[in-house]
């Protein structure tokens, strides 16, 4: 089984709707029924964020987003899938129950 990133994309910071929500958790139910469920959450808006860079000495803290960007990662799931065909499948699941777009990437293995 190989790990795989799904990132939640989003061009507002609007929450979830109580009929998205539901439909998220119908899917992460079925996720850990599965077995392909490892992690979830959902993001607070990237004006929280703070940038760190520890390179060069003393670390300097920036307030905002990495990115100035129309989208952003609104939240993220981490599954287990058998192949990359079962997660596409499982990112397109994800896409719709959230009613966003989803980037699917696979974890680097050692």
Known sequence: MA???MSVLFDSN???TDEEMAAIDVF???L???GHWVFAG???SPDTATV???RGGEPVFTDGPYLE???HVAGFWIIE???LDVALRLAAQGSQSCNRRVELRPFLTA
Request: charged share 25%; proline share 0%; aromatic share 4%.
């Open 3 to 5: 790990q795989y990133l």
């Open 14 to 16: 609007d929450l979830a």
């Open 28 to 30: 992460n139910t079925q």
């Open 32 to 34: 850990q029924a599965d």
């Open 42 to 44: 959902g993001l607070a």
């Open 52 to 54: 760190i860079d520890g």
């Open 69 to 71: 960007s129309k989208e």
């Open 81 to 83: 899938a058998a192949d």
